[in-house]
């Protein structure tokens, strides 16, 4: 995985800290990232694997290739961050009921947490909400006509957090956080989608040489890639027993076999579509 800075998270984090205000930023941080790792959790699920992520001033995100996959996977790719941010949330709120003493120093974390909940559901590119609208529109009206919208979408609301970071001056209490957060969405919007995943390379010769229990699946030959997929366990050796519609066993594929078919299969055709009987 390789790691990127904004130059407007730095800018962010420096104005946070003379605010006095870098303890909530580097907890926004962490929940960031907390975030994008659920992102990545369900990008494994489907076979794809994070690349790059990079640190923004209103949160992360990450980069690699899911071309490919379903836009229903999409939408609940997308939705895997926010779920991690509210899931989060919740623990943070039964922690203070179970210990009340811990509040002090868990506030500034389950703050952070509700706020990307909420934030990341706006519908605006490169938010998780936007990418769900995208994916939305792009099943009745296609991904033209979506990117089209969404870039209206986007400018509409940076339009709308400017004129509240100027509404906020003339009132005397002025929100930088606004203007930060103003630019994000902008750049976002009009930067197109952003949210791609690489397709994951198991590699199991080092585990090898230390020996791996093996696993075996009994499967139907009717199940797809994806859902053959979910079966990988770090550190075990994976075989699948696939079995016709009669109960008859058609072939056994090794790990190996698994990773080479999947390197250049459609991860949503049945596995039959790839093996021959002996």
């Keep these: 995985m ?44 489907i076979g794809r694997r994070l690349e790059r992520l990079c640190l923004l001033p209103s949160g ?17 790719l997308a939705l895997a961050g926010p779920a991690v941010n509210f899931v989060s949330a919740l623990l943070f709120a039964a922690l203070w009921w179970l210990w009340p003493e811990t509040y002090p120093y868990t506030e500034a974390a389950a703050a952070a947490s509700a706020s990307l909940f909420a934030v990341n559901l706006l519908p605006a590119l490169p938010l998780d ?9 792009a099943k009745r009206r296609g991904e033209a006509a979506a990117s089209r919208i969404l870039k209206g979408v986007g400018a509409a609301l940076a339009a709308v957090l400017a004129a509240l970071f100027a509404a906020g001056c003339f009132a005397g209490k002025v929100n930088f956080s606004l203007l ?24 199991w010769r080092q585990n090898l040489s230390r020996g791996m229990p093996v696993r075996r699946v009994a499967l139907s030959q009717r199940c797809t890639v994806r859902q053959a997929l979910g079966y990988f366990e770090r550190g075990t050796w994976l075989e699948i027993s696939l079995f016709d519609d009669a109960g008859k066993h058609v072939a056994t594929l090794s790990q190996r076999q698994i990773c080479e078919l999947f390197s250049s299969a459609d991860i949503y055709r049945p596995l039959k579509d790839y093996i021959t009987a002996p």
């Design 2 to 45: 390789r790691f990127g800075v904004h130059p407007l998270f730095v800018a962010y984090g420096a104005f946070a800290a003379l605010r006095g205000q870098l303890i909530p930023f580097i907890a926004a941080t962490v929940c960031a990232v907390m975030h994008e790792c659920g992102h990545a959790w369900y990008a494994a699920r």
């Design 60 to 76: 992360a995100i990450v980069t690699g290739d899911i071309e490919g996959i379903s836009l229903a996977d999409e939408v609940r």
């Design 129 to 137: 909400g936007g990418r769900v609208l995208l994916c939305l529109i």
């Design 180 to 203: 930060f957060f103003a630019a994000f969405v902008l750049g976002g919007s009009f930067g197109g989608k952003d949210c791609r995943y690489t397709r994951i390379r198991y590699d």
